[in-house]
C-alpha cells in the first residue's frame, strides 16, 4: 500500500507561483508513475500533469502548459508541482496520484492507470 501526503496548498493571488509536494510512503514508488490532478468547485476531477517513473517523460494538461512543471525526487520519494502565473481558474483541489506497475516509461495522460489517491490540497487563486 502507498500513502500520499500533499502539501503546499494555500490562498494565493492572481499571477504568482506555488510549489505543492506529494510524499509517498509506505511502499517504494521511486520507477512507478506519479501525477498531479485537480477538482474545481462543481466540475469532475481532470489531469494535470504526469511524470514517468524515471522522469524522462512528462505530459501536461494543454490549459496548464508552459506555467505548470512536475518533477520528482526519487530519493526522497517526492514530486512536485511547480505552479506560476496563477489563474483563478487553477482554483481546485490537487490530488497527488500513483501508479503501482508499469515501467518506469509510462506517464500519466488521464486518470486511467492511477491506483494510489492523495487527500489532496487546497488551491485558491484570488483576483
Known amino acids: 500500500q502507498v500513502q500520499l501526503l500533499e502539501s503546499g496548498g494555500k490562498l494565493v493571488q492572481v499571477g504568482g507561483s506555488l510549489r505543492l509536494s506529494c510524499a509517498a510512503s509506505?511502499?517504494?514508488?521511486?520507477?512507478?508513475?506519479m501525477g498531479w490532478f485537480r477538482q474545481a468547485p462543481g466540475k469532475e476531477r481532470e489531469f494535470v500533469a504526469g511524470i514517468s517513473g524515471d522522469g524522462s517523460n512528462i505530459y501536461y494538461a494543454d490549459s496548464v502548459k508552459g506555467r505548470f512543471t512536475i518533477s520528482r525526487d526519487n530519493a526522497k520519494n517526492i514530486q512536485y508541482l511547480q505552479m506560476n502565473i496563477l489563474k483563478p481558474e487553477d482554483t481546485a483541489i490537487y490530488y497527488c496520484?500513483?501508479?503501482?506497475?508499469?515501467?518506469?516509461?509510462?506517464?500519466?495522460?488521464?486518470?486511467?492507470?492511477?491506483?494510489?489517491w492523495g487527500a489532496g490540497t487546497l488551491v485558491t487563486v484570488s483576483s
Open positions: 509506505g511502499r517504494a514508488i521511486s520507477n512507478r508513475a
Open positions: 496520484a500513483a501508479r503501482a506497475s508499469g515501467t518506469q516509461y509510462y506517464v500519466f495522460r488521464s486518470a486511467d492507470g492511477v491506483d494510489f
